[in-house]
């Protein structure tokens, strides 16, 4: 069971990282096999670093013999993904926006249908448009086909939407909380729905 994190930050070792990184390791003691992937990095060698829909249907050329290619091939293998992203003005940031947008090539594969997902959003100040991010993010995730659960746990409540977090994220210890439950939640269903995915194989 793989479970892999997408920091849609521009910053390696930011707030994002660091609630997804907790949120992993949850997950890792669950059992589970972990990967995180930088946004900025599979697109740092694009030449063109957001979609122009080149083809339709996708032919992933972007992704071919590059970085971005590694990351979408880890994310074929993914039973789940926990997805995180900076507040930028009360949605997503660019760079997670563009990495989504040339997943068209997965969605044609059905590559994500049935992955369980998740949601991590970090915001400036504490009402800071983490919950209106993480909308934007299940809708990125459904049009995939993906499943979504909260940051919810049978030996704790049942959640809420995801983890809401707010700068500096290691000073935020309700996050980081709720993103260890959203962690072993994302493994516990991830192994549950194991038979949905064999269409992957």
Not at 52 to 68: I, K
Not at 72 to 91: C, E, T
Not at 170 to 178: G, L, M, P, Q, S
Request: overall charge positive; aromatic content about 6%.
């Amino acid at each position: 069971m793989l479970i892999v994190g997408i920091n849609g930050s521009p910053k390696k070792e930011g707030n994002t990282a660091f609630l997804l990184r907790e949120g992993l390791a949850a997950a890792a003691g669950a059992g589970a096999e972990t990967a995180l992937i930088h946004v900025a990095d599979a697109l740092a060698d694009q030449k063109i670093p957001y979609c122009t829909q080149c083809s339709n249907p996708c032919r992933g050329a972007c992704s071919r013999n590059n970085a971005l290619g590694e990351a979408f091939d880890l994310l074929r293998r993914a039973d789940g993904i926990l997805l995180g992203s900076p507040v930028y003005f009360g949605s997503v940031s660019a760079q997670l926006k563009a990495f989504w947008d040339k997943s068209r090539v997965l969605r044609k594969e059905k590559a994500l249908y049935n992955v369980v997902g998740a949601g991590v959003a970090v915001g400036g100040s504490r009402f800071g448009g983490q919950e209106t991010t993480l909308k934007a993010l299940f809708d990125m995730m459904l049009i995939q086909g993906m499943m979504i659960v909260g940051d919810g746990f049978i030996e704790a409540d049942c959640g809420h939407q995801g983890s809401c977090g707010q700068a500096p994220a290691e000073k935020d210890e309700f996050a980081i909380a709720r993103v260890r439950l959203t962690g072993r939640r994302l493994a516990e269903v991830a192994a549950a729905t194991a038979p949905l995915r064999r269409h992957r194989l």
